[in-house]
């Protein structure tokens, strides 16, 4: 058997533990995500955004929303649920259709600013010295100078109007509170016997983070792509109602800043902005939930205490 190990090959009826551990962690995440709430909610909120982001002809049978091909200011009816806008536009068609570019600055957002975090805040942590020292003091710039009235700067002198325009400032701007708590938990990770072996066995430093370090933060990985999703949806609507995005695209904060152009509180027309802020509302609180739910997950010490029917039977 000695001889087995030696040679690198496992001993019989060893060799399916990984693979069975492997399997037994990814059903039991399954099981707490089913088992859990705030997880549900926010998956079944957001598999819906992506399924009218993605195949938009299945809500509605108008295939150009931008169209001013009906009477302005309609109220909702059965043609038009929603109504109309004050230019002839069938609100609910515009509400389906601007779904999908909401979505992907939340996704392409999410994505680049936590690569970027991961980037930066894991290798700070783990080169140490210098590098740890001019990465810190970047991300302690971002962290302290106002966000929004940078986004307003950046976007006003990059070129208004444009969606990467957009996506690039976001990025720019959302990655460093995810750096921060990455290279905390790295820092904590550093000297483990893991990593101590690791460096033992000769391994490159690019392996050790990829392969050894990283794997060990997949929730706090996920919980800032969550996070930095949840800032982009709701930053840029913002961006996009004060006519900082492109107007003539379609997209729920455009919508914004259409209704909030033609007084359409004033003028009677409330759907016009009450459907589009719901939507914002409800994608951000798909990101939201998930996030909270992902926390409790990784950290038992956040998730709620249930009684059980015993004690309840006795108070």
Request: charged share 10%.
């Amino acid at each position: 058997m000695s001889a087995s190990i030696l040679a690198g090959t496992p001993a019989p009826g060893t060799a399916e533990v990984p693979r069975r551990s492997s399997r037994r962690a990814g059903s039991g995440m399954l099981a707490a995500v089913r088992s859990n709430s705030k997880a549900m909610v926010g998956a079944l909120l957001l598999l819906l955004f992506v399924v009218v982001a993605a195949l938009p002809q299945l809500f509605t049978s108008i295939d150009t929303p931008d169209a001013h091909a009906f009477e302005l200011g309609l109220p909702p009816s059965w043609d038009h649920p929603l109504g109309t806008t004050a230019f002839g536009q069938d609100i609910y068609a515009q509400l389906i259709y601007g779904t999908r570019q909401s979505l992907i600055i939340a996704v392409v957002v999410g994505g680049l600013a936590t690569v970027l975090s991961v980037i930066v805040g894991v290798s700070a942590a783990y080169l140490g010295g210098a590098t740890d020292s001019l990465l810190s003091a970047m991300t302690d710039v971002f962290l302290v100078v106002p966000t929004f009235p940078l986004i307003i700067v950046i976007a006003a002198y990059a070129g208004k109007g444009s969606l990467l325009v957009i996506i690039g400032v976001l990025v720019i701007t959302g990655w460093s509170y995810g750096a921060r708590q990455l290279r905390a938990q790295a820092l904590s990770l550093r000297n483990r016997d893991f990593l101590e072996s690791a460096r033992v066995r000769g391994e490159r430093r690019s392996y050790i983070i990829v392969c050894e370090v990283l794997p060990t933060m997949t929730s706090l990985i996920l919980a800032t792509f969550l996070g930095s999703a949840l800032y982009a949806v709701l930053t840029a609507a913002g961006l996009q109602f004060i006519g900082l995005g492109d107007s003539s695209s379609l997209s729920w904060g455009t919508m914004l800043h259409w209704a909030q152009s033609n007084a359409a509180l004033q003028s009677g027309q409330p759907l016009w902005v009450v459907a589009p802020g719901l939507c914002i509302a409800l994608l951000g609180a798909s990101f939201a939930l998930l996030n909270y739910a992902f926390d409790e997950i990784s950290n038992p010490a956040l998730r709620p205490v249930r009684r059980s029917r015993g004690k309840r039977a006795r108070s």
